[in-house]
């Protein structure tokens, strides 16, 4: 039920919070180099997919170096990343570190529960019980988000 309330950002109070999930987690249009990298990696499902061009879509909001992977990524993943990182310029985003947690709901749930619990973590957003992203803003309240 919790999910249900801040899907695509409803419930949702905080301005850059609610920017973050309309406009970077939840975007649907697509960016020039999908076409390239569907060519790249034709194997990949429509989930996976999306699941890749999400993770562009932050890599080219953060900054690549306040970028922290944590987990497996698959190859295309981190190729979708990289070009992210490539053609971003992290003017988006102002948190001094982000990190990202893979496969939160099994091997990655120990890791994700002590960076919720960090009160250093200032934003956490739970995607989907699989992937895990923490903002590191000083300055913000707290808050913890399943989407």
Do not use: N
Request: hydrophobic share 35%; aromatic share 12%.
């Amino acid at each position: 039920m919790m999910r249900l309330l801040s899907r695509r950002g409803f419930g949702i109070q905080s301005p850059w919070a609610y920017s973050l999930v309309r406009d970077v987690l939840f975007e649907q249009l697509p960016y020039y180099v999908f076409d390239d990298l569907r060519l790249q990696f034709p194997h990949r499902s429509r989930s996976e997919r999306r699941t890749d061009e999400l993770f562009f879509r932050l890599a080219h909001y953060v900054s690549p170096m306040h970028l922290t992977l944590i987990g497996h990524f698959d190859d295309s993943t981190l190729e979708y990343i990289r070009r992210g990182c490539d053609a971003g310029s992290g003017s988006g985003c102002d948190a001094e570190r982000v990190t990202v947690v893979a496969d939160i709901s099994h091997d990655g749930c120990q890791c994700w529960d002590a960076i919720v619990a960090d009160p250093s973590a200032t934003a956490t957003f739970d995607i989907r019980h699989r992937y895990g992203v923490a903002f590191y803003k000083p300055g913000l309240s707290k808050q913890d988000y399943k989407i």
